[in-house]
């Protein structure tokens, strides 16, 4: 069944509140959340610089921006609240994130900005995987989609994970994990439920004018505007 208007606001907003730790004098730098953003080329700096700081914005402590040698200095001219790693193209990157990074981590966005190198998709790969069996919160979103398509092993065993394609990107996920056409369905939202349905602890939300969100189980429908 599907939820909309009010009520969903209201849940949404009790749930929000739930997960937000308390905050308190005695708590340290980093004790309200790191989270990694996996992405950054050359052509593409702007979309994971806004996905860190909308971490910051929604309460995080440390944003981490792990990214390309090349998109490095362009994001990091965009805020110094950003912590700017360019390793997804150096030689022992993933060795450095594994022993270094990963473990002072407390989620993982993988794909803002991403682009489409393999050899940077390789490695992204690497990392969601690595956060998988560290049963570390993803969220899959842009070009990260596009890896997903291609590892549709990627998420196996997650522990929580949210993937977010426009309505274009819902179609190419369809086509490769259900053999359909989001058409086939009667409705979009019921489309929505079959493809978490493929997936295992995986929430699927398709943006535009109506989000269609669902788990498998459940389904909402919001039509919130969002704020930046």
């Known amino acids: 069944m599907a939820v909309r208007g009010t009520a969903l606001q209201s849940q949404l907003g009790e749930l929000a509140l739930a997960m937000i730790p308390p905050l308190s004098v005695s708590n340290h730098k980093g004790q309200m959340g790191r989270v990694a953003v996996v992405g950054g080329c050359k052509e593409y700096t702007g979309a994971p610089y806004y996905a860190g ?28 609240e950003l912590i700017v790693i ?9 060795d450095t994130m594994k022993s270094h990074w990963l473990p002072r981590l407390h989620a993982v966005v993988v794909g803002p900005g991403l682009g489409r190198e ?9 990392i969601v995987r690595e956060a998988v069996e560290r049963s570390l919160p993803i969220v899959v979103d842009a070009d990260g989609i596009s890896l997903l ?9 997650c522990a ?5 394609p426009n309505i274009a990107e819902f ?18 939202s019921q489309a929505v439920v079959a493809l978490a349905k493929s997936f ?8 535009g004018a109506v989000d269609v969100i669902s788990d498998g189980d459940k389904r909402l429908c919001s039509s919130t505007m969002g704020r930046w």
């Open 149 to 157: 398509l291609n590892r549709p092993d990627m998420l196996d065993g």
């Open 171 to 188: 179609t190419r996920l369809c086509k490769g994990r259900l053999e359909k056409e989001p058409g086939h369905f009667p409705d979009l």
């Open 200 to 207: 295992k602890n995986v929430t699927v939300v398709v943006k």
């Open 118 to 126: 393999e050899h940077v998709h390789n490695i992204s790969y690497a």
């Open 86 to 94: 360019p390793l997804l193209d150096s030689e022992g990157g993933m």
């Open 53 to 80: 700081m909308s971490a910051l914005k929604l309460g995080a402590d440390l944003s981490f921006v792990f990214c390309m040698e090349n998109a490095a200095t362009p994001i990091k001219t965009y805020s110094p």
């Open 160 to 164: 929580a994970a949210v993937v977010t």
